[in-house]
């Protein structure tokens, strides 16, 4: 199959299934949304850099804070498609962004790593004003969104990374993960297409840089006191291969992060339907549980 159509697939199953959920659910909403677009949050590669923030009017106190990342392997894909997701959030109760990223092949890794820790930083040193709770911060990703959300929740700031995006003051690390169907570690066994896409995102094949796959993997940096993980992996992803996950919790594990890892029998790269409902409401399980302490 053509590369182009399957990015095409990735990115449609890596968000669309999520708004179809969103916007075909009736809302009791516990609070009145603040929906700002296009926010500018710092600058990469010369662009401009900006996410849609949604933010929860008349709650008491800081508020935790969830970070989108949409999928579209590296080179596609974008911010407005979780933007009912971030308004759902919201409406919860959280401080919800949905960030934008530069692609690849015009740029390579590290742009988009560098970029979603900008966002996150952003957010912090604009704790006061959006009323956020900087210790409460989760991210969660579909497919190369996931691979990114993985990076804000192992990477330390001495393993770097950061860009010159801005607000280098502050850190880049989150404290909670859901990641679908994500890649874990890019010096792996992959599918051609996926050799391709991720060949465009490095920029050159594993065999010539295979230090810059290790740099830009997730599995690379886990150690103790990272964030929780909430895994979610299809048996039959034709893009990341399910081994991925077992790679993942196998790393956390041995580090003794805490998380779960499930793993979906005959699912591809996204599902819908009653298990997209569900494995939604796990996360928003997870999240409360990790972020809001259980409240």
Known sequence: MHRSRMVTISTYCAVGLWI????????????EVDYQENVE????????????????????????????????GWRGGSKDMLAPAIKEEAARGYLAASVGYRFAPKH??????????????WLRAH???????????????????????????????ADGLEGEGGWGDQSSKVQAVVAYFGPTNLVGTYPPVSKGLVADFIGGPLE?????????????????????????????????????????????????VPGRVEVLLGAGHGWGNEEMKRTHQVSRDFFDKVLKKGT
């Open 20 to 31: 179809v959920f969103h916007t075909r659910t009736a809302r009791s909403e516990a609070y």
């Open 41 to 72: 949050y710092g600058t990469g590669g010369g662009e401009k850099l900006t996410l849609h923030l949604a933010k929860p009017k008349g709650v008491e106190g800081r508020v935790p804070c969830i970070v989108f990342i949409h999928g579209g």
């Open 108 to 121: 390579r890794f590290p742009a988009q790593i560098e970029d979603v820790k900008c966002a996150v930083r």
């Open 127 to 157: 704790a006061n004003e959006l009323n956020l709770d900087r210790e409460r911060i989760g991210a969660i990703g579909y497919s190369a969104g996931a691979h990114l959300s993985m990076m804000l929740g192992a990477m330390d700031s």
């Open 208 to 256: 010539e840089k295979k230090d810059l796959y290790e740099r830009a993997s997730p599995i690379t940096y886990v150690n103790e006191g990272d964030a929780p993980m909430l895994l979610f992996q299809g048996t039959k992803d034709v893009l990341v291969p399910y081994d991925q996950a077992f790679q993942m919790a196998t790393s956390l594990t041995n580090s003794g």
